[in-house]
């Protein structure tokens, strides 16, 4: 086999180390039979580094630490705390042959910088091992149950700076940060932000590589007065996703802002049992900062709560600041609420109108109580007679609390109509995604 060319050799041993389901040892063995093998066989050993189980973290972390090499070839790291939503993910475990490398960084000590508030196996190792990862294009970490553990109280969690954080931060505000690399390949990030103090991720939209960002579990008052340092229209990120998410107005109001051409747009409520105040400030705040955008937004994913959901009911006479939906000219995909909030309040046929999506759409989701029937077939009626005026919509969603008995929104009519014209309707519950 030494005499084959690389192409050839590769496309070989492509087959043994190429399936989802060969051992980890299997690739392991063969970087061991020759330079040249492990050449060729590192990049589906090295590629990806997420713990599903304490073994793995020795085999990859070993090699890594005697062969710096290897870290070039490293593109994503993964990490969830012990106990969180990943049922499969383990804490880190540095072993003590790793020690040694972790202190040769000279990582310098910011202040303020509390060490106990780390674990020397985990966020230290964590710190290690992002910091060696030159070639790192997307992080994600959550820290969500380890931080719940340390918190008296979940409601009111101790926020700080997470100490992994540290060299990401620097590096976004062109500095040095020990021997850690400058993270100018990291495109995609995401951060669980349960204790994370909402400040402290601000560098990180200087970051000139940085496309995507995803903020899990931000769960704040929504009256807090949260400074925002990174001034309009400085960042290159081009999705922000906000996942069970009651994040005050502000700061999300400015992160959406401070992006030069936002092109996507999640954000999904946190649920019952987290006090979101969907008020008229916070839907102005928010709603108007995504008009900023609307001349890049091409997907807006809104899954705010229903007033059945949350204590703080929706306005019911005013209108917010997103509608009309027409002005986001290359909007390609939307889901919002029917009432209330970032539209308006559909008390007269003409507020419909507002509803009604711009030319470019190609898939539309609306989120309606099971009682809406009149406001959800209203719109149904528009785009069907206005179809023509939609060259590219695909398909029409909608959900709902619950189903209806029987079927008082005509859907089985409904869903022949829209195939006449080759878009596919669906009325699913909440939760179908």
């Given amino acids: 086999m030494d005499s084959l060319p690389d192409e ?21 063995t063969l970087c061991l039979v020759n330079h040249r093998f492990c050449r060729i066989v590192s990049p589906w050993l090295y590629v990806a580094y997420e713990p599903h189980g304490t073994t793995n973290h020795l085999d990859f972390l070993l090699p890594l630490a005697r062969h710096e090499v290897l870290a070039d070839a490293v593109k994503t790291v993964g990490y969830c705390a012990e106990g969180s939503r990943e049922p499969s993910a383990a804490p880190l475990r540095i072993p003590k042959e790793v020690m040694s490398k972790i202190e040769s960084l000279e990582f310098p000590v910011p202040q303020p910088l509390d060490y106990a508030l780390a674990r020397w196996d985990d966020e230290l190792g964590l710190l290690a091992l992002i910091s060696l990862t030159a070639n790192l294009q997307e992080l994600r970490v959550d820290q969500t149950s380890y931080e719940a553990r340390h918190d008296q109280k979940n409601e009111s969690p101790k926020r700080r700076i997470p100490i992994w954080l540290y060299p990401i931060r620097e590096a976004a505000l062109g500095k040095s940060f020990g021997t850690a690399h400058s993270f100018d390949k990291l495109a995609d990030f995401t951060i669980g932000m349960h204790a994370v103090k909402t400040d402290s991720i601000a560098p990180v939209f200087y970051l000139p590589s940085l496309r995507r960002l995803r903020l899990t579990n931000w769960v704040e008052d ?23 998410c009651a994040a005050p107005a502000v700061p999300l109001a400015a992160m959406i802002v401070s992006c030069k051409t936002l092109r996507k747009f999640d954000f999904f409520y946190a649920g019952p ?20 955008q609307r001349d890049y937004l091409e997907h807006l994913d809104f899954f705010l709560p229903h007033p059945e959901d ?16 027409s002005r986001f000219s290359k909007l390609q995909f ?10 308006a309040r559909l008390e ?18 609306l989120r309606a109580n099971s009682y809406e029937g009149e406001t959800v077939t209203a719109i149904l009626d528009k785009l069907l007679k206005k179809h023509e005026e939609y060259p590219f919509l695909r398909s029409v969603s909608i959900s709902v609390t619950a189903r209806p008995l029987g079927d008082p929104l005509r859907l089985n009519d409904y869903t022949e109509m829209f195939a006449e014209h080759h878009i596919r309707f669906m009325f699913k519950t909440y939760g179908e995604r």
């Fill in 8 to 28: 050839l050799l590769a496309q070989i041993l492509a087959v043994v180390v190429g399936e989802e389901d060969t051992a980890f040892h299997v690739r392991r």
């Fill in 334 to 343: 939307a889901l919002y609420p029917v009432l209330g909030g970032l539209i």
């Fill in 310 to 325: 949350i204590s703080n009911r929706f306005p019911t006479s005013w209108r917010g600041r997103l509608g009309p939906l």
């Fill in 348 to 365: 007269h046929d003409h507020d419909i109108e507002t509803l009604l999506p711009p030319r470019s759409i190609v898939e539309i989701e």
């Fill in 273 to 292: 049992g987290f006090t979101l105040s969907v008020d008229k400030f916070w839907l102005d705040r928010v709603g108007g900062a995504l008009l900023y």
């Fill in 222 to 244: 929504s009256n807090a007065a949260t400074d925002w340092p990174v001034p309009a229209a400085s960042s290159f990120i081009e999705e922000l996703s906000f996942v069970g």
